[in-house]
């Protein structure tokens, strides 16, 4: 049964830092894109941060100077370090997987809060 797995999330303090792991089972990981998305109550899903298989990161603005995404192919996890967060980045983060023909995995979510 493919299945990702999302951990890391929690309380942190505005200007702290946590580290997100999506570890993925069931599915060749490395022939996988893997995405992070966040999601607030009442808006849609909205995307973080995109590794393609090769290694390739797209991140939008949001993400761009404060949130990383990486991969470590050799334990099937993807990764997302965010620093500097703010109150505005508290959310349910999700990761995603896409493989090349379009089979599209997600994971159950973990929730982020910034707050003092």
């Known amino acids: 049964q493919p299945q990702l797995v999302e951990s890391g999330g929690g309380l942190v303090q505005p200007g702290g830092s946590l580290r997100l792991s999506c570890a993925a089972a069931g599915v060749p990981f490395s022939s996988y894109a893997m995405a992070w998305y966040h999601q607030t109550p009442g808006k849609e899903r909205e995307l973080v941060a995109h590794i393609t298989s090769s290694g390739r990161i797209t991140s939008t603005d949001f993400a761009r100077g404060r949130f990383s995404i990486s991969r470590d192919n050799t334990k099937d996890i993807a990764y997302l370090q965010m620093n500097s967060l703010k109150p505005e980045d508290t959310a349910v983060y999700y990761c995603?997987?896409?493989?090349?023909?379009?089979?599209?995995?997600w994971g159950q979510g973990t929730q982020v809060t910034v707050s003092s």
């Open positions: 995603r997987a896409d493989s090349e023909d379009a089979y599209i995995i």
